[in-house]
């Protein structure tokens, strides 16, 4: 819920999605997850300007209503749940429905479309976006063959290396891979999905950013300022 702008990264990260037409989201909660809900609950006074009448009518008037054709549906994940058994505990809102996932600190240009049509095109059960950041993060084994992951190496000071991007592709069936709310998503099973060659890849060469730090926030501010925002794909 930190701010970029006037409104939270949450915002930029679902207005790139709805910008490529999805409108429909789950949200994951943990600490704090009531600041997501009233967010939302308040939508209107967040995005509109308000009229607050307080004579005898007594009424609120939404003017120039910008709100997005969204559908949010916000669910309690855990306090202490690992990232995989929060993916489980949406399953039941998922249903046997392929869905697309990614983190809540990172923003891209990414075309999405093109992620899916790869993830499509490879018939595996996960497809992640990697991306080439300038260090700090864990790196990928990509078999450049036939866009596989074949594994995982620790962080380290990349020298052109891929790492995970955080924008995915997700057949239900990777449900069957978390056991539970202790299960991180990205060593079991992600590690077990590439061993098994179930684990596809759409290389991201363009803008990527995530939000860590102090710094980073100062950074994606200055971008989102300066309008040279580079994950700011759609149209106000």
Known sequence: ????????????????YAHYGFNEFIICCGYKGYMIKEYFANYYIHRSDMT??????????V?????????VTVVDTGLHTQTGGRIKRIAPYIGNERFMMTY???????????LIQTHEKSEKTV?????QPGGRFGVLNINDRDGTITGFHEKVQEDGVWINGGFMVLEPEVFDYIDGD??????NPLERLSVEGKLGVYKH???????????DKSALE????????QWKVWVD
């Open 205 to 215: 060469n363009k803008f990527w950013a995530c939000m860590d730090t102090a710094r």
């Open 1 to 16: 819920m930190i701010e970029i702008g006037d409104a939270p990264m949450l915002w930029h990260i679902m207005k790139i």
């Open 127 to 131: 497809t992640l976006s990697a991306i």
């Open 182 to 187: 202790s299960t991180i998503f990205e060593r």
């Open 52 to 61: 607050f009448d307080f004579t005898a009518e007594n009424k609120m008037i």
């Open 222 to 229: 200055a971008d989102w300022e300066s309008g040279n925002a």
């Open 104 to 114: 809540g600190d990172g923003v891209s240009d990414i075309d999405l479309t093109q």
């Open 63 to 71: 003017h120039a209503n910008t709100v997005e054709p969204w559908k």
